[in-house]
């Protein structure tokens, strides 16, 4: 009867369907309809990270670009120095500098607060993004870098033949994989005593500290954790995108985190996951729509801070939960 | 022994002198209340002792040691702990989250990320006893941002509780709630106190829960002490009446 027990059969009751969907759907749409999602799911695992700041611990950051550009840029570095293409290599590369990157600047960042840490996190990010662009000996510069498709589970699983059926098969299957796994593992800790008390650092910090919680010291956990989840989104972004560019460690992009959180609901755990991949088909949509594109993320923006500000899984909760109320 | 004694404790703002030299102590067991009127440096000797605010100069001991310049963790885990004057609540975590949290912390496991919190039922069953003791039991499941203040000044002091400190300080645990709610919560509070053998030090405005509640005494005016004992010391203690109680004990 226990809460310990209902809130993950909850869970589980909807997601197995999900998940059995999402293995069947490359069997029965085009394949590029299945890259499309594997970008989706990506994004959706640093929009996971991401909102352990935001809606966990009350962190608002305005430069995540940074870690998901450090993912990225380290299956790069991997591919043109150490010459490798084994995928593993490059999750671990990812995992790895994101991981010390976020340490340094969480360091920084975390003795601030509110608009404060939201400055000083995407200038930090900013810094990294003019580094890849004028640096182009190393980095590419705005050519930016190559990444050849790699070889899955230690080379057991080639490209060999077409990298369209590769990318939109065997990859598809790894991202999901991936992505299930950094699901399973991050509702482990925001459902664990730590993720509680990251939940009292952003509800009364004070009070967090004179439970015994070192707020600052907890803070810099998560950033750490924050940053590892998206640099791990950015090097499975790269297989994907074939190149790795200075765009990604731009703040704009740092933005679209934020957009995906907000447009899915940051008081949710699943709202940012679905809030990115509802993202993805939509700009999507809106580029092959029109060339002012932008304009429409825009009014969708505007749009639904005015009218969803709780975001689409917020708001549907809401829905779900209102006529239980009413008995 | 004393638990808590403080020597020559001062901090100033500006030129006020909020606690001014103040030597004050405690004995393991006993639960005082600290009494003054606005101003008086009640809620500043508290944030000094508690870590919330450095002091300018003076020493504070605590079971024999100097914690003057310890961390708010350090007195922590030495025992010392505080409820607010303004309710400090997680308020988007329930009420049993509240209590279980403080649990987790006292035993160091908050570090923990990769165990559920709610499959700890040795922990659930301790908040849900300590929510009993304080009369919160029905509410267990309710974010406490959406309790009544009464209702929040209980959790306040339980979370503080549930640290299972030596010394609790409890800074106006029945302000800002109606009359007839002071008696049941200072009920409540003396009670969970005295049979969990806590040392606690009340603040309270509130003469008559003070003189009914408190066998000590600590009248504080203007940064100092100006009288301590028994309440009927304190009644008929002329600097007292003229400084604090004024018409009241007319």
């Known amino acids: ?327 | 022994m004393d638990l808590l004694k403080t020597t020559q404790l001062a901090k100033s703002f500006g030129d006020t002198h909020a606690v001014d030299h103040v030597d004050f102590t405690v004995s393991a067991g006993e639960v005082l209340a600290l009494i003054g009127s606005n101003g008086a440096g009640k809620t500043t000797l508290i944030n000094l002792i508690s870590g919330l605010i450095a002091p300018d100069s003076g020493r504070i001991d605590f079971q024999g040691a100097d914690i003057t310049r310890a961390s708010i963790h350090r007195k922590i885990e030495l025992g010392i702990a505080r409820s607010f004057q303004l309710v400090n609540l997680f308020d988007q975590l329930t009420v049993q989250d509240n209590v279980t949290l403080a649990i987790f912390s006292r035993e160091g496991r908050t570090r923990r990320l990769f165990s559920l919190a709610d499959a700890d039922t040795a922990v659930r069953d301790e908040a849900a006893h300590v929510l009993k003791e304080f009369g919160l039991d029905g509410r267990t499941g309710a974010p406490a941002g959406g309790l009544s203040q009464g209702e929040r000044k209980l959790l306040d002091v339980a979370v503080a509780y549930a640290l299972r400190p030596k010394l609790l300080f409890l800074d106006e645990p029945t302000s800002g709630v109606s009359t007839r709610e002071k008696a049941p919560i200072m009920d409540i509070i003396t009670h969970v106190v005295r049979s969990g053998g806590i040392t606690a030090v009340i603040v309270e405005h509130d003469m008559d829960v003070v003189f009914t509640y408190c066998p000590r005494i600590v009248a504080m005016h203007q940064g100092s002490i100006l009288a301590d004992g028994t309440p009927d010391q304190i009644r008929s203690n002329p600097q007292v009446t003229a400084n604090m109680l004024g018409t009241q004990t007319a």
């Not at chain 1, 998940?19 to 890259?35: C, D, E, K, S």
């Not at chain 1, 962190?59 to 010459?83: C, E, R, T």
């Not at chain 1, 590419?140 to 990444?147: A, I, N, P």
């Open chain 1, 1 to 327: 009867m226990s809460a310990a027990v209902a809130a993950p059969r909850r869970v589980l009751a909807w997601s197995v369907p999900v998940l059995a969907a999402l293995i069947v759907l490359p069997f029965v749409v085009p394949p590029w309809q299945t890259v499309l999602l594997s970008y989706g799911l990506v994004f959706a695992i640093a929009a996971l990270g991401f909102n352990l700041l935001l809606g966990y611990t009350g962190l608002l950051s305005f430069g995540h670009s940074a870690y998901f550009g450090v993912g990225a840029y380290a299956v790069a570095f991997i591919v043109k120095y150490a010459k490798l293409e084994s995928m593993e290599a490059f999750l671990l590369g990812g995992i790895v500098a994101s991981g010390l990157v976020a340490a340094l600047f969480g360091l920084l960042c975390v003795r601030y607060t509110k608009i404060f840490f939201g400055i000083l996190t995407m200038a930090l990010s900013q810094v990294l993004w003019s580094l890849a662009f004028k640096f182009f000996w190393v980095t590419g510069g705005s050519d930016g870098l190559r990444v050849p498709t790699p070889t899955l589970l230690g080379g057991l699983v080639r490209v060999g033949g077409d990298k369209q059926d590769f990318l939109s098969r065997r990859y598809y299957f790894y991202v999901l994989a991936v992505f299930v796994l950094a699901v399973a593992v991050m509702w482990v800790i925001v459902h664990s005593p730590f993720g509680k008390a990251l939940q009292a650092i952003r509800d009364n910090e004070t009070r967090a500290e004179f439970v015994g919680v070192q707020v600052w010291h907890y803070r810099w956990v998560a950033f750490v954790i924050s940053g590892v989840f998206t640099g791990l989104a950015g090097a499975l972004w790269v297989p994907l995108n074939g190149l790795t560019t200075p765009d990604i460690l731009h703040w704009t992009f740092s933005g679209k985190m934020v957009f995906f959180t907000v447009l899915g609901g940051f008081q949710t755990f699943f709202g940012p996951v679905i809030g990115a991949i509802i993202f993805n088909y939509l700009e999507n949509w809106a580029v092959g729509y029109t060339v002012y594109w932008q304009m429409v993320l825009g009014v969708v923006l505007v749009v639904l801070v005015l009218a969803l500000p709780a975001g689409v899984v917020g708001t549907l909760r809401r829905l779900a939960l209102r006529p239980a109320k009413a008995t």
